[in-house]
């Protein structure tokens, strides 16, 4: 591999997607950019994922990580890259046509940005489970940027993860700046690194979709977990920053609670219906608590707290 440093290293975080990551590293090198490395973690993956990755491009580069979260994978990427600017997609996503180019091109218009990123698109499998063709999926294509989402958008991620990871370009020091992606959250881990870097960095949205996220049962944001990275991630902001920009702006607040509120609220009713109710029953509170205090939710709490108490008999033995 030459060992000039590339304009461009993309990060790629793999496991277990042999069945999607031709398609996506496919979509890496029909970009037109040729200057570039990518840096393939396989997190313990059990399925031909590396070896799919190692046989596609001599520009690839596969490191081995012990299936430590997508969080952990990046920062092992990002640590071994060789260029100060990172992008990222996952092993089972897509790029869309003129990513690069339309974000490389403005970093050179505006070469004090440290953050660049667009639109992108939900990618549904049809009725046979069969994803459709890219080029079939509408998009948009425009010109500029989208200047609600652009600046210091602090207020605005409190409100929505408008930054999705696999739309991004960033310069190396905002990862340094913000020390890397926290996995303590499990899921999450990209939208809490957005958060934290708008407090140093503004953003740039393009106007423009820039990838295609594929939604698929093995995907992480289908897994059920205890812990509810949203409302984790969110309050950890809120109690260290408040609701107002680096800027001085000052968010929503009651827009920001009433979110608070409906995250709670829906990991609840997840957790009541396919979890542990016990959890549920907790973050029916939490959502009280913020402000959805409406008789479905009170009624969902009274509900999750009997279905969570010991059955007859239960513990009588101890």
């Known amino acids: ?26 979509s890496i090198f029909s970009q037109g950019v ?38 952990a994978a990046r920062n092992l990427a990002v640590t071994n890259a060789r260029s100060d600017l990172l992008a990222f997609l996952d092993a089972d996503d897509i790029w869309l046509p003129g990513k690069l180019s339309a974000q490389l091109q403005y970093l050179a218009g505006h070469p004090d940005t440290r953050i660049v990123y667009g639109g992108f698109r939900l990618w549904h499998a049809d009725a046979s489970g069969h994803f459709p063709p890219a080029a079939s999926i509408d998009r948009s294509v425009q010109e500029g940027i989208t200047p609600e989402l652009s600046g210091w958008i602090y207020p605005e991620l409190l409100l929505d993860s408008h930054i999705h990871i696999i739309t991004a370009i960033i310069h190396r020091s905002v990862f340094d700046k913000v020390n890397g992606f926290d996995g303590s959250f499990g899921k999450g881990s990209d939208y809490d ?13 393009l106007n423009r979709d820039l990838a295609l996220y594929r939604i698929h049962a093995g ?35 009651p827009r920001i609670y009433q979110r608070l509120a409906e995250i709670c609220f829906n990991h609840a009713h997840t957790h009541f219906w396919q979890g542990d109710p016990a959890v549920a029953a907790g973050f029916f509170r939490h959502a009280i608590h913020f402000g959805r ?26």
């Not at 205090?293 to 101890?318: E, M, V």
């Open 1 to 26: 591999m030459n060992s000039a440093k590339p304009l461009l290293s993309v990060i790629v975080p793999a496991f277990n997607c042999a069945e999607f990551i031709e398609e996506s590293l496919a």
């Open 34 to 71: 040729d200057d570039i490395e990518v840096v393939v973690v396989d997190d313990g993956s059990t399925d031909a994922t590396a070896d799919i990755a190692a046989a596609f491009d001599p520009r690839i580069r596969v490191l081995n990580n012990d299936h430590g979260g997508p969080a």
């Open 193 to 205: 690194f957005w958060i934290r870097a708008s407090r140093h960095f503004p953003a740039y949205r």
């Open 219 to 253: 995907g992480i944001t289908k897994r059920v977990t205890p812990i509810c990275a949203g409302y984790e991630l969110l309050n950890r902001a809120i109690e260290q920053w408040g609701c107002a920009g680096p800027d001085g702006r000052q968010g929503d607040e």
């Open 293 to 318: 205090g409406n008789i479905k939710t009170r009624l969902y709490a009274i509900a999750a707290t009997l279905k969570s108490l010991p059955t007859r008999g239960q513990g009588a033995s101890a």
